[in-house]
């Protein structure tokens, strides 16, 4: 297994994963938001390639506005991860993250941080495993404007 620095070549493949780990989205616009984030000086892109094939992705933004539970800006943050489910279990989100860890730490950020849904237990238990400490829990609420 080897893990890359996604370019435009690897557009078809991020954006394939990404529907897998947000299945509702519309593919031909996810699609364009990764072209853009591959070119993205803020943001980085890493894929884990098994035997030929893009297993899995993390995608890393660096953020200068507050997050969560942070003490130091800025931060760099998770906006997803994905491995494949034949793929799972083998370490290669350990090393996904690990990348994304080197990437902020090599922009001056010393915390990375991340966020699931409140139900969503078994990322909540994924984000445990990988060393992640919860923050804080929120209920956010809008209101249309007539």
């Known amino acids: 297994m080897i893990i890359v620095k996604a370019g435009q070549s690897h557009l078809n493949e991020v954006t394939s994963l990404a529907m897998q780990l947000w299945p509702d989205n519309v593919e031909t616009e996810l699609s364009a ?3 853009e984030t591959l070119e993205s000086p803020k ?27 942070s003490d130091y800006s800025p931060v760099g943050y998770v906006e997803g991860i994905y491995v494949d489910p034949a793929f799972r279990h ?3 989100s350990t090393r996904l993250l690990a ?5 902020s730490r090599s922009l001056g950020c010393s915390q990375i941080a991340s966020d699931t849904e409140l139900d969503n237990q078994g990322s909540q238990e994924f984000h445990k495993k ?17």
């Open 33 to 35: 938001d990764f072209e």
């Open 43 to 69: 943001d980085i892109v890493y894929v884990a390639i098994v035997e030929g094939m893009s297993v899995g992705f993390i995608h890393m933004s660096l953020r200068h506005d507050y997050v969560e539970g």
């Open 130 to 146: 990988l060393g992640f400490q919860e923050a804080n829990r929120i209920v956010a609420f809008i209101k249309d404007l007539d």
């Open 90 to 92: 083998r370490g290669i």
């Open 99 to 103: 990348a994304g860890e080197e990437w």
